[in-house]
């Protein structure tokens, strides 16, 4: 058990099965509005995580294929873009939800 969150930044997996339902209900008990709730790969592509690899550079270049790598880890349904979760609550505030659109 880590106690530390900041014992070896980087290395350490600090992953936790997080109970969503009864979190959103916390929130909205609360008074919050749920303003949205997502797989990380849909709230990624919908920020436009494509479209940011697309500006790293040539698709052939050591950089892209490494960018893309990471990108792949991080949207692809066998990995972490269906594992980890996006929620987001909110209370009168008018920015930009992208993300959860």
Do not use: C
Request: charged share 15%.
């Amino acid at each position: 058990t880590i106690h530390n969150p900041f014992f070896n930044i980087g290395l350490t997996d600090l992953t936790a099965h997080v109970n969503f339902t009864d979190i959103a209900r916390a929130g909205t008990e609360s008074g919050l509005d749920l303003i949205g709730y997502l797989p990380q790969s849909y709230f990624l592509l919908n920020l436009g995580i494509t479209d940011l690899l697309a500006q790293i550079g040539s698709p052939d270049s050591v950089e892209y294929i490494q960018a893309a790598a990471a990108v792949q880890k991080l949207i692809h349904q066998h990995e972490m873009g269906e594992l980890f979760k996006v929620i987001a609550f909110g209370k009168d505030i008018d920015i930009d939800w992208t993300g959860f659109s």
